[in-house]
């Protein structure tokens, strides 16, 4: 009967979640309905369902006071932050005009351009829909207007946005490594090769493109006579202020010197002032990043607090034992159980977003994960791309209505067919991660 109510509470989940409703209430209501049927079935000896019942929420309080004190996630709201006045200092704008003026007569330069700006986006937002909008935003029209097809403009938009959720640091990295009792540095340290890899690979293909096909990505010639020198020069000075306050945060994670909550607040700072040196901080603008680091850290938040609400009332219906016995009962070997715990975690990527995953799923898998003798963060970067991977993939890439929903004049078929062989990159690099594991735990 208990595994039935398994498949009861998560068949529940995922019709009501389907109704539109907020996740977060979605987590926690039908978290609440099954505990109030829990007591009720239990009061008539129906089931055994000693912790899935009302007395069991209690427990959620605590679980929401120690998430709100909990000095790992910290760094969470600061890197929003730290993202958030980027944005607002135009950084990313100016770097997307030097850099095209620089690498205008290159095969494909412009979307060169936009994986660079990608790279600096997803190691100052870490969220992918804030890198992709913006991408899609400053990007697609300049790119079209340089006659670029969207078949590769859409793609390298698409698939460099979601870079945010692997190169560090990442806001998701940050709420795996709390969740799943993984130091939040050796995350950061272990996404760094696999993270930039993707992007070196963007590059290369999109040359290799641009040279097979001239016409759809075209190098340009320049609009004035200026100085390759005096080019690269206004270029430095653009690239100075994000590229030493990127250095500056991871630098001092990787060797050490701060942990990921002070470079939180090193980025955050840096951030800072470099809005006010570009002259774009003002009262006003100040006031919009504060508010709206709020509201993105409270929804993050409640979805952590509808999570937690959700998981207590699973492993009190023993739901954890049971995900672990069916894990263990495959005819796999431990690479093997691995493998599908991947595919499944793709498969849920199409549907859930990747703090549902994060939160719910992780947890459960990961202990069987352990007790096969996998190295902790080899196996997290290793689902971190995989959730990269399913965010790109169609039909239902959360990436792919970002991009939908930001760009005139295209079709959702256009964008499908544009990041093909983006996912068949990121998939390169994923067996890559998988066979050669030193690439992560260096």
């Not at 929420?57 to 790992?72: C, E, G, Q």
């Not at 600096?120 to 097809?149: C, E, H």
């Not at 490594?177 to 690979?201: E, K, N």
């Not at 990043?289 to 009332?313: P, Q």
Request: glycine content about 10%.
């Amino acid at each position: 009967m208990d595994a039935l109510f398994v498949f009861l509470l998560a068949s529940a989940f995922i019709a009501v979640m389907f109704t539109g409703f907020p996740v977060a209430f979605v987590l926690g209501g039908v978290a609440v309905a099954f505990a109030a049927l829990g007591t009720l079935l239990e009061s008539f000896a129906v089931v055994d369902a000693d912790m899935a019942s009302l007395r069991m929420v209690n427990f959620v309080a605590n679980r929401i006071f120690d998430t709100l004190s909990s000095y790992s996630l910290i760094p969470m709201s600061m890197f929003i932050f730290m993202g958030l006045m980027l944005e607002k200092s135009g950084a990313a704008e100016r770097l997307l005009t030097q850099m095209h003026k620089v690498l205008r007569p290159v095969p494909g330069g412009m979307a060169v351009a936009v994986v660079v700006i990608g790279v600096v986006l997803a190691a100052s937002t870490g969220i992918i829909g804030a890198s992709v909008v913006l991408l899609a935003t400053i990007a697609m029209p300049a790119m079209r207007a340089a006659g670029y097809n969207d078949s590769i403009g859409l793609g390298v938009v698409g698939a460099t946005g979601c870079l945010g959720i692997l190169i560090p640091p990442s806001i998701m990295l940050i709420v795996m490594g709390d969740q799943l009792q993984i130091p939040v540095g050796d995350l950061f340290r272990g996404a760094i090769i696999p993270g930039f890899l993707l992007a070196l690979a963007y590059v290369v293909y999109v040359v290799i493109y641009a040279l097979w096909n001239s016409d759809a990505a075209p190098a340009l010639e320049r609009a004035e006579k200026q100085p390759v020198g005096q080019l690269i020069k206004e270029l430095t000075t653009t690239m100075i202020g994000p590229l030493l306050l990127i250095v500056a945060v991871l630098g001092s994670i990787v060797f050490g010197i701060a942990t990921p909550t002070e470079a939180s607040g090193i980025g955050a700072a840096g951030a800072t002032l470099i809005a006010l040196s570009s002259k774009q901080l003002t009262w006003a603008t100040f006031r919009e990043v504060c508010d709206e680091t709020a509201l993105t850290t409270a929804f993050l938040f409640g979805l952590i607090f509808g999570a937690s609400c959700f998981s207590v009332v699973l492993r009190g219906y023993g739901g954890d034992e049971l995900i672990e016995g069916a894990l263990f009962a495959l005819p796999l070997s431990a690479d093997g159980t691995l493998i599908f715990i991947l595919f499944i975690v793709f498969m849920m990527g199409f549907f859930l977003d990747w703090m549902e995953i994060t939160l719910i799923i992780a947890p459960l898998v990961f202990p069987v994960l352990l007790s096969l003798g996998h190295e902790p963060a080899w196996a997290a970067i290793l689902m971190a791309i995989c959730l990269q991977t399913s965010f790109l993939t169609p039909p239902v890439g959360m990436a792919l209505f970002y991009l939908s929903n930001s760009v005139s004049n295209v079709e959702i078929g256009t964008i499908y067919r544009a990041v093909f062989p983006f996912i068949a990159i990121q998939t390169g690099v994923l067996l890559l991660a998988f066979f050669l594991p030193k690439m992560v735990i260096w």
